[in-house]
């Protein structure tokens, strides 16, 4: 551990931000919440409370004649959605791999030329936790594996000029990636 380490007496500077100390407030199988003792960039102390969750992928596979595939799905705490397959990045997993998995598990669809889209902070005052963005052509179709969670899991094919404007697509990194890809193919 480095002398800047909070749990062994060290200060961690962070921007204007000073950390003091991290205590565990929760670990489960899927999240831990912290609270770091700190300095706020005004200079009085104070709290904050922050989520550690594995960073996640999401994955647009366009179809050779422009239509993307994405998957509607009931979400237990969001309700029904549209997005783009993806899920958790597993541990000692690559984004890649793990783009790849999720896209076979909810759509069959394997193989194809991969692009990395970028990345997007969901929830930044909240979590670190990033989620990688995947595009796909030329995927081959294949044999789906959901998982119990999965099992109303849909896969739908939009335009994608009519995928940007749908309504029922709510996920924010798939928005993010949806724009991405509508603003490259209409320049």
Known sequence: MSSDDPQHGGVEQRGPWARHATTSLLTT??????????????????????VEAPDLVRVAAVDDDGMVVLVEQHHYLAGNMLQFPGGAVDPGESPRAAAERELREETGLHGGAWTHEGEVYPLPGLSPLRVHLWSVQGASPGPTALEGGEADLRVVRLPLTQAVGDDRVRCAASLALLHSLAARHTR
């Open 29 to 50: 199988r899927r999240l831990a919440v912290w609270r770091d003792e700190v300095t706020l960039p005004d200079g009085s102390p104070g709290a904050y409370d922050w």
